[in-house]
C-alpha cells in the first residue's frame, strides 16, 4: 500500500469536522432566509420547505462522512485510525445539530 | 487564603437571589428557564466530576486503569448521555416558552437609554415611561422594538430575554403568577447609559385590569 503524504493525511484528519462545520454555516444561513421569506408556510410532501433546506446540507455532511468511513481503510491503511475518529466526531456532530431542525418550532413562532 | 476563598462564597451566592434572579421566577415561562438552568448544571457538574475523577486517578503509584471504561464507557457514551438529556430538556423547554396560542399584546420601544410602554387601558391604549402594566396571571405578548441601536427587553423573573432591533418587531411572551412589580433591565451593551436602562413590570390583579388612567405613569 502507498504512504499518503502530510498534508492528504491532515485532509483526512479535518474532513468530518469541516463536513459538520460547513453543513452548520450553511443551514444557519439558510434558516435566516427561510424565515425572512416565509418558507416555514411552504410545503414541500410532508415537510415544510424550511425543515427541508435546513435538513439538506445536513443530510450532505452526513452522506459525505458516510462515504469516506467506507474508504478511509483502504486509502490510509495503518495511518487510518485517527482521520476515522474525526470522520465518526463529524458524523455525530452534524446528527445532533441537524437532530432540532427535524422537530423544532422555526422562526420562532 | 483558604479563608478568603471561603468568604467569598457567600458573596458569589447572593447573587443567586434578589429582583434580577432568574432562579427566583415568578411566573410559569421564567419556572421552565429556571428548571432548565438547573438541569444544565447539573449536566456540567457531573461532567466535570468524571474529569475530577480522572485527574485524581493520575496522582499516587502507577497502576493498571481500563483504559476502554474511560475512554468509551465515560468518555464518549457518558457525555454523549449527559448531552442528549439536556439537548432534549432544551428544545422541550425552548417550545414551551415560545408565544403560541392568544395572548394580551403590549408594546415596548427602546431607545437610549429608557423605554416607552404601550398597552390596553379602560378608555383605550396608554402610554407608559419606563413602567409596563400587565394582568397577572395570563401570558402577555411583548412586541419589542428599537429606534436606534439593539437594546434587550429581559424582566428575569417572568421569562426570556429578547433583543430589540432597530427595523423590526420581535415578540417575547412573559407571565406572572402574582400581582406584583417586577424589575427589568437592558441586557445588551446598548452605550454609556446601559446599565441606567431598567424599567419595571406592574403585574395587576385580573379584576383590576385594565389600570385606569389615574394609575400613576399612565397618559393616555
Redesign the interface.
Known amino acids: 500500500m502507498r504512504r499518503v503524504g502530510g498534508m492528504v493525511w491532515l485532509g483526512w484528519l479535518i474532513a468530518g469536522p469541516t463536513a459538520w462545520a460547513a453543513a452548520f454555516s450553511v443551514a444557519y444561513g439558510l434558516h435566516g432566509l427561510g424565515c425572512e421569506l416565509g418558507w416555514p408556510a411552504v410545503n414541500v410532501g410532508p415537510a415544510s420547505l424550511q425543515r427541508v433546506a435546513i435538513a439538506l446540507p445536513s443530510l450532505a455532511a452526513i452522506l459525505l462522512c458516510l462515504v469516506l468511513l467506507a474508504r478511509v481503510k483502504a486509502t490510509l491503511g495503518p495511518e487510518a485510525g485517527i482521520p476515522r475518529l474525526g470522520l465518526w466526531i463529524g458524523l455525530i456532530a452534524t446528527l445532533y445539530t441537524m437532530a432540532p431542525v427535524l422537530v423544532a418550532t422555526s422562526c420562532g413562532a | 487564603m483558604k479563608c478568603a476563598a471561603l468568604a467569598t462564597v457567600p458573596l458569589v451566592l447572593a447573587g443567586c437571589g434578589g429582583p434580577l434572579s432568574t432562579l427566583t421566577p415568578s411566573g410559569p415561562i421564567a419556572q421552565d428557564i429556571a428548571w432548565l438552568w438547573w438541569a444544565l448544571l447539573a449536566g456540567a457538574a457531573a461532567l466535570a466530576l468524571m474529569v475530577f475523577v480522572l485527574v485524581a486517578l493520575g496522582f499516587g503509584r502507577p497502576r493498571e486503569v481500563a483504559e476502554g471504561r474511560w475512554v468509551f464507557g465515560m468518555g464518549v457514551w457518558f457525555s454523549?448521555a449527559v448531552?442528549t438529556v439536556t439537548?432534549v430538556g432544551a428544545?422541550w423547554v425552548?417550545?414551551r416558552i415560545?408565544?403560541?396560542g392568544p395572548a394580551l399584546e403590549v408594546q415596548a420601544h427602546a431607545r437610549q437609554w429608557s423605554w416607552t410602554f404601550t398597552h390596553p387601558g379602560a378608555q383605550g391604549p396608554t402610554e407608559t415611561d419606563g413602567v409596563l402594566h400587565i394582568p397577572a396571571g395570563q401570558p402577555v405578548d411583548v412586541l419589542i422594538t428599537s429606534s436606534d441601536v439593539i437594546h434587550s427587553f429581559w424582566v428575569p423573573q417572568l421569562g426570556g430575554k429578547m433583543d430589540a432591533i432597530p427595523g423590526r418587531q420581535?415578540?417575547l411572551r412573559i407571565e406572572a403568577s402574582r400581582p406584583g412589580t417586577y424589575e427589568g433591565l437592558c441586557a445588551e451593551f446598548c452605550g454609556l447609559e446601559h446599565a441606567a436602562m431598567r424599567f419595571e413590570v406592574i403585574a395587576h390583579d385580573p379584576a383590576a385590569w385594565p389600570p385606569l388612567p389615574t394609575t400613576e405613569g399612565i397618559r393616555p
Open positions: 454523549l448531552l439537548l428544545l425552548g417550545e415560545l408565544p403560541h420581535n415578540r
